[in-house]
């Protein structure tokens, strides 16, 4: 079982549609979470941090955090073209920061 | 401006040579990483090292070797033993402390020829 997954889409979104975005962990004692983002041969960007159990807001994007299911994801509100990109789940499970990556979802927002 | 630069952002190697991949960061931090990261597949960690003269290895370090002899730079030497070393290597920098993110550098996609 890989410690992170996600599903390699690609997911396909029309303009304006909300895109969800999924990933599961296996290791229980997981403390950090964070999506980035990544274009096409660009590095991976920081998108948003989750720590603690509900749900996370800003902007139009949304993280949300069960530690019980040990499942994390993103919501898109209002997608945008822009958005299309691989989006990155990574797991941090103790203080040396040792991020774990999913393999990435693709990320097509239809115009 | 504050961040992590990597350089070469592109870098061919014969077969048989070593190379070394540069990464140096401003942002004061202690820890820095390096992760491989091959077509449609997440990051994998090669090494990482969270203080000075201090590394570890991460999950795919065979073939690969580090330095930490200052704080800003982080060097990644890719040898003649690591088999599959067409790849997008990326260098990241954070605290390393819980709950802090990592900010990476544009990365360097190297390819053996």
Known sequence: QKEVEQNSGPLSVPEGAIASLNCTYSDRVSQSFFWYRQYSGKSPELIMSIYSNGDKEDGRFTAQLNKASQYVSLLIRDSQPSDSATYLCAVNRDATNKLIFGTGTLLAVQP | ?113
């Open chain 2, 1 to 113: 401006d504050g961040g992590i630069t990597q350089s070469p952002k592109y870098l061919f190697r014969k077969e048989g040579q070593n190379v070394t991949l540069s990464c140096e960061q401003n942002l004061n931090h202690d820890a820095m990483y390096w992760y491989r990261q091959d077509p449609g597949q997440g990051l994998r960690l090669i090494y990482y090292s969270q203080i000075v003269n201090d590394f570890q290895k991460g999950d795919i370090a065979e073939g690969y070797s580090v330095s930490r002899e200052k704080k800003e730079s982080f060097p990644l030497t890719v040898t003649s033993a690591q088999k599959n070393p067409t790849a997008f290597y990326l260098c990241a920098s954070s605290i390393p402390a819980l709950n802090t993110e990592a900010f990476f550098g544009q990365g360097t996609r190297l390819t053996v020829v």
